[in-house]
């Protein structure tokens, strides 16, 4: 049977109230009935040490008719329901009041005392009815049972209020994650002023919501940014493709125009290999890591940016030739990483300027310094720098897409390290890459 929450709840409590009531019940029940008990005990003993007492004490010497006639005499002052039987030693019947003895099947209570009295030697009974006493435990009993029905409807209408009460923000939550959608993010949920779990998943459900509406937020942005950057390639090549069949068109223009289409299917290719890999990253993605020598990687990167730094032209200069760094990296990744951070430099360095590569090792941590004497970065764009299309303005936009250093820093993450950067409008930029060291085995 698939009951819910509330349901079990107040099925649970009930079950435990009942429990715990009967087990109270009992114990009144049997601590009452053990109390009358012993009172009654008590006073056939005590009923019958006195008359033992008496008869020891005061009728010695005067026979067994004065025995007889005070226990006549003792006997009319006992309550209705109690009775006394005096036995000779032999076990003859000398008195006995009520003359028929205790009511056939009714309990009682029973004492009896041996009593020397001239030599003589005679058995004293005193016995009382435990009628009313059993009449008053069933009464006690039947009153118990007749406010069970009572107590476990209270328990139930008590437990269906408590928890009515206790799960109204559960039932809250539940509507709000049914009409939760991704036009409705920003709708948060009451927050109780009670610092209890109610209150903490009321937190934890409105800080999933910011977090949602955060990451939808950027993957709208990301989306619309991707869409934006997609369609100018598609555009050239489309539009080139469409003049060049209109009309007959020389060999040389021919040429041009696939010259065209094959530098904007160039830069269509690469936006889409740095979508792929940001959507790895946001995905969680890792990389297979393995001891490596950073330097000569680095100076392997820098020689393939030799070319394109001649023509523009720049100096790339590695200051002083690097020592060997061993570090745990992807080699791969960490080529991409190191070209951006090159490729950056050389866009943005005017002709004869000057780009330093240097690494230096402090404790377990490596630093390698990327450094032109470009057009710098604003101080209100340096923050954002890292964020995906982000282009500060016309000075630093060449063509690009924005992703580049967006993929470098999340590099840099997966190998445990950081990129900063240090820059002044005019004089250039410094990038720093950290990546923390391992020791060469």
């Given at each position: 049977m698939n009951l819910s929450l509330r349901a079990r709840l107040l099925l649970r409590h009930a079950a435990f109230f009942l429990v715990g009531m009967l087990i109270f019940a009992a114990l009144i029940w049997f601590g009452v009935r053990s109390t009358l008990r012993s009172d009654s005990a008590r006073w056939v003993d005590s009923q019958a040490a006195g008359l033992e007492r008496f008869l020891q004490s005061e009728l010695r010497g005067h026979g067994e008719a004065a025995i007889l006639e005070e226990a006549r005499e003792f006997s009319s002052g006992l309550p209705i329901g109690s009775g006394i039987s005096i036995l000779s030693e032999n076990g003859r019947l000398l008195f006995q009041r009520?003359?028929?003895?205790?009511?056939?099947?009714?309990?009682?209570?029973?004492?009896?005392?041996?009593?020397?009295?001239?030599?003589?030697?005679?058995?004293?009974?005193?016995?009382?009815?435990?009628?009313?006493?059993?009449?008053?435990?069933?009464?006690?009993?039947?009153?118990?049972?007749?406010?069970?029905?009572?107590?476990?409807?209270?328990?139930?209408?008590?437990?269906?209020?408590?928890?009515?009460?206790?799960?109204?923000?559960?039932?809250?939550?539940?509507?709000?994650?049914?009409?939760?959608?991704?036009?409705?993010?920003?709708?948060?949920?009451?927050?109780?002023?009670?610092?209890?779990?109610?209150?903490?998943?009321?937190?934890?459900?409105?800080?999933?919501?910011?977090?949602?509406?955060?990451?939808?937020?950027?993957?709208?942005?990301?989306?619309?940014?991707?869409?934006?950057?997609?369609?100018?390639?598609?555009a050239v090549i489309r539009t080139s493709a469409e003049l060049a069949l209109r009309q007959e068109r020389t060999p040389e223009h021919y040429r041009e125009t696939l010259r065209q289409i094959a530098a904007q299917s160039s830069e269509m290719t690469q936006l889409i290999e740095n979508l792929l890999a940001l959507a790895r990253a946001d995905a969680g993605g890792a990389l297979p890591l393995r001891p490596l020598e950073a330097s000569a990687l680095i100076e392997e990167v820098a020689g393939q940016f030799n070319a394109r730094a001649l023509l523009k032209p720049v100096r790339l200069i590695i200051q002083p030739r690097l020592s060997p760094i061993i570090i745990a990296g992807d080699p791969a990744s960490l080529r991409r990483l190191f070209a951006i951070l090159l490729d950056n430099a050389i866009k943005f360095t005017e002709p004869g300027g000057t780009i330093h590569l240097a690494a230096e090792v402090s404790g377990h941590r490596a630093t390698f310094l990327v450094q032109d004497d470009g057009c710098g970065i604003a101080e209100e764009h340096r923050a954002r720098i890292f964020d995906r299309f982000f282009q500060a303005d016309a000075s630093r936009s060449s063509g690009g897409s924005g992703l580049g250093l967006s993929l470098a820093q999340w590099i840099a993450r997966l190998h445990g390290g950081a990129i900063e950067v240090e820059s002044t409008p005019g004089q250039g930029s410094r990038f720093l890459v950290q990546l923390p060291t391992q020791k060469d085995e």
């Open positions: 009520p003359e028929n003895g205790p009511p056939p099947g009714v309990p009682i209570t029973a004492a009896t005392k041996a009593t020397m009295v001239d030599g003589h030697r005679y058995n004293l009974q005193l016995w009382r009815s435990r009628a009313e006493t059993e009449l008053v435990l069933a009464r006690l009993l039947w009153l118990m049972v007749g406010l069970v029905p009572v107590v476990l409807l209270a328990a139930f209408a008590g437990g269906w209020w408590v928890s009515r009460n206790a799960l109204q923000p559960i039932d809250e939550l539940i509507q709000a994650a049914r009409i939760t959608s991704l036009q409705s993010l920003a709708a948060r949920l009451p927050v109780p002023s009670q610092q209890d779990e109610l209150q903490r998943l009321c937190q934890a459900w409105n800080e999933m919501l910011a977090r949602m509406e955060d990451s939808a937020g950027r993957l709208q942005q990301f989306t619309a940014d991707a869409s934006h950057e997609l369609r100018t390639p598609v």
